[in-house]
């Protein structure tokens, strides 16, 4: 097994404990709406005539990014169905829309060109639904948080803490460590250190997005993934938010495309959001099960801007902001065990994404909320066993977002070599038979495994990324380079604390790797933290690591090809500042 404990275990240093009640791990829309969920049904409860009063609770929340929004990346059109479940004039209280989907087109893209569907087919129909930043909306959804005062809970939120590790006592699940504070990169204390501190719940929720490192941790000891299909699987999607010129984009314009510049037998696409302030969303997601070893979201995204249908769109504008971020497609066929004895996995941390609309963030927030309803019974009956807590599993299958999940539950892998006749056919079947499709279930490989050696992909054994030709002119205006992208993205990090990305492997693996894959994570990484330094030779040694570029998108976690990197939270605070995307 890994060693998921980071930098934080440290023999001899003192810790304070905490108690809480319920402790959230990760201010996502997930844990948000079930947080607020939480708290109505206390308040509804302790309401209600003759029932028995939840009194005296601490509810907890942590969140690594220093304020709560700044890591919170997605692209974004809502589904808003959990939101009107939640808060049903959450258009009268606020709520942060950019505007609302008026005119959808979808594409496949060629380089110069393309077919566009004539009417969008029905997973990508959107309209009326609001587009919103993510960021913004989940400081609005904590900011209602903060506001509300039930009597008897005591609510805390904690940006700036890192959950660093699994609290465990006899099998269970008891909490969450924090990330230390003030450590140097040799391991020793600084003026400033400050100890994680043991985070103590009846319940834990942990809702990390995609690739929680906590939740791998979870899953690993309690083998989560053991009942699933297929492995968990991921895109990585690069997106910059530009500022246009006024009257080039129409308000509550959304395009969705496939196709160029995606390489046949590759499976990914674009979204074009129209926002509010004369704002345009422009992004790019790519499968990370792609055989290639160079695939490259953000090159990806740079190339699609050149696009005849989409340079007119941005040009006189300006990039103002940039992310990146993986996002966890595998849904149905993919998601692990959600509950535990102490513990439940909601939203991103357990696939609950649907692909074929790019969605996630209705599914992530109606899990929020059935992990609330069972969290209530829970604190009433005072049974956070693993049969107590499953009740959420049971009430989120059987939920409008467990059967949409299920309808879809064979989209990626129709589609994961690209829009072939065959996949057309296959996705055509599965729309009419309710997610049925010949071979269903359709299995899917590991996203690491799946990259193969540059000679068996470009016929070139040996060939380096840079030695080829993208067709790409980083001019700074239109195609921005990584460098000056992850600028944008407002990425900071105490580079005086241990480098966070861990290679477990050792360095000789690298060496093997940039022998024969080329070194995919010099390519994948969206933010350009991984560098090989050849000598005058072409020798390599290892594998250089500017872990303070890192947007905690987590593609290197999952998608080095020799499972050889590990991506654990820095200090809490560190990382993107989003507030735009
Ligand atoms: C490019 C892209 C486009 C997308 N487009 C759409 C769209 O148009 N519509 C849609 O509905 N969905 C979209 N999604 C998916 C959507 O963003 C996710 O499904 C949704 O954000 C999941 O919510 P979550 O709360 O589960 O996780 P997240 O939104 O990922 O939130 C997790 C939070 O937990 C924090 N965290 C993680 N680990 C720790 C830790 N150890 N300690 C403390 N805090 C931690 C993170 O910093 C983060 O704030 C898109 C995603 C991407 C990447």
């Given at each position: 097994m890994h060693d998921y404990s980071t930098q934080s275990v440290r023999p001899g240093v003192e810790r304070e404990e905490l108690e809480f009640d319920v402790l959230f791990v990760g201010a996502g829309p997930s844990n948000l709406a079930g947080l607020w969920r939480l708290l109505d049904l206390i308040e509804a409860n302790n309401a209600r005539p003759g029932a028995r009063k939840l009194e005296g609770l601490t509810i907890g929340l942590i969140e690594k990014g220093d304020a709560i929004g700044d890591h919170a990346f997605s692209g974004a059109v809502l589904d808003p169905a959990a939101l009107v479940e939640l808060c049903p004039d959450y258009q009268e209280r606020g709520f942060p829309s950019e505007g609302e989907v008026k005119r959808e087109e979808v594409w496949l893209f060629t380089e110069r060109g393309g077919f566009q569907a004539p009417v969008p087919p029905p997973f990508l129909r959107n309209h009326g639904h609001p587009i919103v930043s993510l960021s913004r909306m989940v400081r609005w959804m904590a900011e209602a948080i903060e506001q509300r005062e039930v009597p008897g809970v005591d609510v805390m939120l904690l940006p700036g803490f890192a959950g660093s590790r699994v609290l465990w006592e006899d099998g269970r699940v008891v909490g969450v460590q924090t990330a230390d504070k003030g450590i140097n990169a040799d391991g020793t204390p600084r003026s400033n250190f400050e100890p994680g501190n043991c985070l103590k719940a009846k319940v834990t929720v942990f809702?990390?997005?995609?690739?929680?490192h906590l939740a791998r941790e979870l899953e690993e000891v309690l083998?989560?993934?053991?009942?699933?299909?297929n492995p968990q699987l991921y895109e990585t999607g690069a997106k910059e938010i530009w500022e246009i010129e006024p009257g080039r984009v129409p308000d509550g314009f959304v395009l969705h495309s496939t196709g160029?510049?995606?390489?046949?037998g590759e499976s990914g696409g674009s979204f074009v959001y129209k926002m509010g302030g004369n704002r345009l969303a422009v992004g790019y997601v790519v499968s990370l099960d792609t055989r290639d070893p160079f695939a490259d979201a953000h090159l990806a995204l740079q190339k699609f801007k050149t696009h005849p249908r989409i340079k007119p769109m941005l040009e006189g504008g300006k990039m103002v902001q940039y992310g990146a971020k993986a996002l966890a497609i595998g849904g149905w066929y993919s998601m692990p065990r959600l509950a535990f004895a102490g513990g439940m996995l909601v939203g991103d941390a357990a696939q609950m994404v649907n692909a074929a609309r790019l969605k996630g963030i209705h599914l992530g927030m109606k899990s929020g909320l059935c992990a609330a309803e069972t969290i209530v019974q829970a604190l009433l009956e005072e049974d956070f066993s693993e049969a107590a807590l499953s009740r959420y599993a049971q009430a989120f299958m059987a939920s409008w977002a467990g059967a949409e999940l299920h309808r879809t539950r064979n989209f990626h892998q129709i589609i994961a070599h690209g829009l072939t006749p065959m996949a057309a056919l296959k996705l055509g079947i599965s729309l009419v038979a309710g997610g049925w499709t010949p071979g269903d279930p359709l299995r899917g490989s590991s996203d690491a495994r799946a990259t193969q050696s540059t000679e068996a992909?470009?016929?070139?054994?040996?060939?380096?990324?840079?030695?080829?030709?993208?067709?790409?002119?980083?001019?700074?205006?239109l195609c921005v380079s990584k460098l000056d992208d992850v600028y944008a993205s407002g990425v900071m990090h105490?580079?005086?604390?241990?480098?966070?990305?861990?290679?477990?492997?050792?360095d000789a693996v690298c060496v093997g790797c940039w022998d024969t894959k080329g070194s995919p994570c010099t390519v994948f990484c969206p933010a350009q933290v991984y560098e090989m330094h050849p000598d005058q030779d072409g020798r390599v040694e290892k594998v250089a690591i500017a872990f303070s570029n890192c947007v905690h998108c987590k593609t290197c976690d999952i998608k080095c090809p020799e499972e050889n990197v590990i991506w654990t939270p820095p200090e809490g605070g560190g990382g993107p500042k989003y507030t735009l995307c």
């Open positions: 809702g990390e997005g995609p690739r929680g083998q989560l993934q053991a009942g699933a299909v160029w510049p995606q390489g046949d992909f470009y016929g070139k054994a040996g060939v380096k990324r840079d030695s080829l030709d993208w067709g790409v002119k980083f001019d700074g205006r105490d580079e005086h604390q241990p480098g966070h990305l861990k290679i477990v492997k050792g």
